[in-house]
């Protein structure tokens, strides 16, 4: 299977704890996006990189959150002392250059105790 | 910024029968639209798209209409089955294809044998 993976796919963590996920998009695509997704809600988008660049944040991606594309590939996304607020689906999606649609992975659902 | 909604936000049909769900943006510089459908513990899988110089595309049981002036398009499935099942999202981005998507908040569909 060639599509876009996520690690881990659930994360239960405590309060003001660190965690972090990962993401792997399908071979070839340059743009990497990242979306949350609460319960009932649609996706929001949270930020994107083409290629290992990080284009645009959203204002919903507060200073406790963090992403990189080190080397244009996989990506990560770190939240810092995570709130019970925080508990959401994350959600990874990656396209082709010029044109190309967004195709997601499966999330990572994280819960904040 | 943009805003999209989508109505109903359930749906209950007869196997064989037809959906349609609808949603209107805000921004009329939103030049994509795609529709994703989203399974329990699945990450969103994109089923059609269009563009905003197409008025109409098909893809075997599943039309999608855009109509600019009023700012609103429509998914159509036709002979439904239990399979089709499941949460659609629509979607809006003004920067085409490689933009951040807006999400409605989803429509539940089931299909009822």
């Known amino acids: 299977d060639t599509g876009v993976s996520q690690d881990p796919r659930h994360k239960i963590t405590k309060r003001g704890q660190n965690v972090t996920f990962r993401c792997d998009p399908i071979s070839e695509h340059n743009r990497l996006y990242w979306y949350r997704q609460t319960l009932g809600q649609g996706p929001e988008f949270l930020t994107y990189f083409q290629n290992e660049a990080q284009l645009e944040k959203s204002r919903l991606l507060s200073d406790r959150f963090s992403a990189e594309r080190p080397k244009g590939s996989f990506s990560t996304l770190e939240i810092q002392r995570t709130e019970q607020g925080d508990s959401a689906m994350y959600l990874c999606a990656s396209s082709f250059p010029h044109r190309g649609a967004q195709y997601f992975g499966p999330g990572t659902r994280l819960t904040v105790l | 910024g943009e805003n999209v909604e989508q109505h109903p936000s359930t749906l209950s049909v007869q196997e064989g029968d037809s959906a349609v769900i609808k949603c209107t943006y805000s921004d009329s510089a939103s030049n994509y639209f795609p529709w994703y459908k989203q399974e329990l513990g699945k990450g969103p899988q994109l089923i059609i798209d269009?563009?905003?110089?197409?008025g109409e595309k098909k893809d075997q049981r599943i039309a999608v209409t855009l109509n600019k002036t009023a700012k609103h398009f429509s998914l159509h499935i036709t002979e439904t089955q239990p399979e089709d099942s499941a949460v659609y999202f629509c979607?809006?981005?003004?920067?085409?294809?490689?933009?951040?998507?807006?999400f409605g908040k989803g429509t539940k569909l089931s299909v009822k044998p």
């Open positions: 269009i563009r905003s110089n197409v």
């Open positions: 979607a809006a981005s003004y920067q085409g294809s490689q933009g951040n998507l807006i």
